[in-house]
């Protein structure tokens, strides 16, 4: 075999590596894409705490959201504090809050999540009322959420981990609003009740 054959057959066994190293990434990229997808499904069916759901029979179509009863005071808070649960799990600390309808309300914002980035995660609060929550699960496409802003009634500036900001929110209606954050799964939320 001469130098020009040699060459041939190194350049063709070269090749012949180079494919069967993309197709293992292809392979490798598919499975990723078909677990991103099944978690995502699941993604749509938990429960502010992160668990599943206990029950399955609610529609993925609509945000699951946690049951929350009338406070048992006579009067709700003009200031309340929410935050998150912990420097790893960006949930809020509680599953529902309360305050006072028609009054301006004075929120303490507590961000303790840094699971994004070692020096904190920026996230901003949103209150939307519950029958149209700012961001949205994608009717009929189970794991896909749309953000409309739009429906938000308050978006916060953003919050750097670890930090405390107040924030004045304008006086609500009464009703049942659901609070989000920016930058987590859109199931990882809790409700503001306001009476």
Not at 57 to 75: I, W
Request: net charge positive.
């Amino acid at each position: 075999m001469n130098a020009r054959e040699a060459m041939s057959v190194r350049w063709r066994a070269l090749t012949a590596a180079i494919l069967a190293a993309a197709a293992v990434v292809a392979v490798l990229a598919a499975l990723q894409i078909v677990r991103h997808s099944r978690a995502s499904e699941s993604a749509g069916k938990l429960s502010v705490s992160g668990q599943p759901m206990a029950h399955a029979g609610v529609s993925s179509d609509h945000l699951q959201l946690p049951s929350c009863s009338a406070s048992l005071t006579k009067s709700y808070p003009t200031v309340i504090s929410i935050s998150t649960k912990s420097p790893r799990q960006p949930t809020f600390s509680r599953p529902c809050y309360y305050a006072a309808a028609g009054r301006n309300l004075a929120i303490h914002f507590t961000n303790a999540t840094t699971f994004l980035s070692q020096s904190g995660t920026n996230l901003s609060l949103i209150i939307s009322p519950s029958k149209h929550p700012a961001i949205a699960p994608v009717k009929g496409t189970p794991g896909e959420f749309v953000g409309i802003m739009s429906r938000a009634t308050f978006v916060s500036t953003p919050v750097k981990a670890p930090d405390t900001v107040t924030f004045s929110v304008p006086a609500l209606h009464r009703g049942t609003y659901v609070l989000q954050l920016t930058n987590v799964p859109p199931t990882f939320l809790a409700v503001l009740v306001v009476n």
